[in-house]
C-alpha cells in the first residue's frame, strides 16, 4: 500500500485529509485488505485504527450532509471530527435540530461537550418498539452503514428483489456488481415468540439473497437473542456463509465492524 507523504493526525485541520487519504484507498480494496489498511494507516500515523475508522464514518455523513447544505458540510471539514459525529449522530433522529446545532458549533456558540449533551437531550425519549417505522428504517440504515468495513453507497434493490424482506442495499464503490449486501430487519418485537416465528423464513430468504450474489446482514432490533440463528449456521454451514447477524439494541446503538462469516 502506499504511503502519504506526510504524517496525519486527527486535529481539526488534518482529519479530512486523513479520512479521504483512507477513503481513497478503501475504494481501490477488496474486503480482505480493509483490516490491512486501517492497520497500516495506524502505524504510519500514529493514531488508533478505530479512531480513523470513526474520521471515516464522520467524513462520508459531510458527503451526504453536503448534497443539500454544501457551505456547511465545507465549514465542517475544518472542525474537529468529534463536533462532525454529534452532528452526525443528532442527525439521525433531528435532521434540522442537528443542522442548527452545527451552525451553532461553527458560530462558537456550542462546544463539543455541549453538543454532546444536547444532543443526548433531543434524543427521542421512548424504546426502539415505540419508534416510527421512518425512525427505524433510518436508524438501521445508520448503524449498518457506519459498521460497514469500507466505503459503501446504498441504493436502490432492482426490480425482482422489491418484495424480498430486505429493503435496505449497499453496494462497493471498487466493485460495484460483485460486492453487494443485502439488509433484512427483524423486529423491534416486544417478546421472544415474535422473533422466533420469523427466524426461519428470513434466513431462507438470505440463504436465496446469496445464491444470486448478495451477502446478507440480518438486522435484529430489540434485546439480544445471540442464539436465535444458531440453528440455521449449524445446520446449513455452507449455506449461511456470507450471512451475519447484527444486533441493534438502543435508538443510540453503535455496533462494531461487521464481519462475515
Same mark, same amino acid.
Given at each position: 500500500?502506499?504511503?502519504?507523504?506526510?504524517?496525519? #493526525?486527527?486535529?481539526?485541520?488534518?482529519?479530512?485529509?486523513?479520512? #479521504?487519504?483512507?477513503?481513497?484507498?478503501?475504494?481501490?480494496?477488496?474486503?480482505?485488505?480493509?483490516?490491512?489498511?486501517?492497520?497500516?494507516?495506524?502505524?504510519?500515523?500514529?493514531?488508533?485504527?478505530?479512531?480513523?475508522?470513526?474520521?471515516?464514518?464522520?467524513?462520508?455523513?459531510?458527503?451526504?450532509?453536503?448534497?443539500?447544505?454544501?457551505? =456547511? &458540510?465545507?465549514?465542517?471539514?475544518?472542525?474537529?471530527?468529534?463536533?462532525?459525529?454529534?452532528?452526525? @449522530?443528532? !442527525?439521525?433522529? /433531528?435532521?434540522?435540530?442537528?443542522?442548527?446545532?452545527?451552525?451553532?458549533?461553527?458560530?462558537?456558540?456550542?462546544? $463539543?461537550?455541549?453538543?454532546?449533551?444536547?444532543?443526548?437531550?433531543?434524543? +427521542?425519549?421512548?424504546?426502539?418498539?415505540?419508534?416510527?417505522?421512518?425512525?427505524?428504517?433510518?436508524? $438501521?440504515?445508520?448503524?449498518?452503514? /457506519?459498521?460497514? +468495513?469500507?466505503? %459503501?453507497?446504498? !441504493?436502490?434493490? +432492482?426490480?425482482?428483489?422489491?418484495? #424480498?424482506? &430486505?429493503?435496505?442495499?449497499? @453496494? #462497493?464503490?471498487?466493485? +460495484?456488481?460483485? /460486492?453487494?449486501?443485502? $439488509?433484512?430487519?427483524?423486529?423491534?418485537?416486544?417478546?421472544?415468540?415474535?422473533?422466533? @416465528?420469523?427466524?426461519?423464513?428470513?434466513?431462507?430468504?438470505?440463504?436465496?439473497? @446469496?445464491?444470486?450474489? !448478495?451477502?446478507?446482514?440480518?438486522?435484529? =432490533?430489540?434485546?439480544?437473542?445471540? /442464539?436465535?440463528?444458531?440453528? !440455521?449456521?449449524?445446520? %446449513?454451514?455452507?449455506?449461511?456463509?456470507?450471512?451475519?447477524?447484527?444486533?441493534?439494541?438502543?435508538?443510540?446503538?453503535?455496533?462494531?465492524?461487521?464481519?462475515?462469516?
Amino acid at each position: 500500500m502506499p504511503t502519504s507523504r506526510k504524517k496525519l #493526525s486527527v486535529s481539526a485541520d488534518e482529519w479530512a485529509e486523513l479520512a #479521504s487519504i483512507a477513503r481513497e484507498l478503501l475504494s481501490k480494496s477488496r474486503h480482505g485488505q480493509y483490516q490491512a489498511i486501517f492497520d497500516q494507516l495506524s502505524v504510519e500515523h500514529g493514531i488508533n485504527e478505530q479512531v480513523i475508522r470513526r474520521a471515516v464514518a464522520a467524513h462520508r455523513f459531510l458527503d451526504k450532509l453536503g448534497l443539500h447544505h454544501a457551505e =456547511l &458540510a465545507k465549514e465542517l471539514r475544518k472542525a474537529p471530527f468529534v463536533a462532525v459525529e454529534q452532528i452526525d @449522530r443528532w !442527525f439521525v433522529h /433531528d435532521p434540522e435540530g442537528a443542522i442548527a446545532a452545527a451552525r451553532a458549533y461553527l458560530r462558537g456558540d456550542e462546544s $463539543v461537550r455541549s453538543l454532546v449533551n444536547k444532543e443526548v437531550e433531543a434524543r +427521542p425519549q421512548m424504546s426502539l418498539v415505540e419508534l416510527s417505522i421512518n425512525h427505524i428504517r433510518k436508524l $438501521v440504515a445508520k448503524v449498518i452503514g /457506519d459498521a460497514l +468495513p469500507g466505503d %459503501y453507497r446504498r !441504493f436502490d434493490p +432492482p426490480d425482482h428483489l422489491k418484495t #424480498s424482506s &430486505a429493503k435496505l442495499y449497499f @453496494r #462497493s464503490y471498487k466493485f +460495484p456488481d460483485n /460486492d453487494q449486501i443485502a $439488509v433484512i430487519r427483524l423486529g423491534p418485537n416486544e417478546h421472544m415468540a415474535a422473533y422466533a @416465528r420469523h427466524t426461519g423464513k428470513l434466513m431462507l430468504e438470505a440463504i436465496g439473497l @446469496r445464491t444470486i450474489g !448478495f451477502k446478507v446482514i440480518i438486522a435484529i =432490533l430489540g434485546d439480544c437473542y445471540p /442464539d436465535l440463528f444458531d440453528e !440455521f449456521y449449524l445446520r %446449513y454451514p455452507s449455506a449461511s456463509s456470507g450471512i451475519t447477524i447484527c444486533h441493534i439494541t438502543s435508538v443510540e446503538a453503535v455496533i462494531p465492524t461487521i464481519q462475515f462469516r
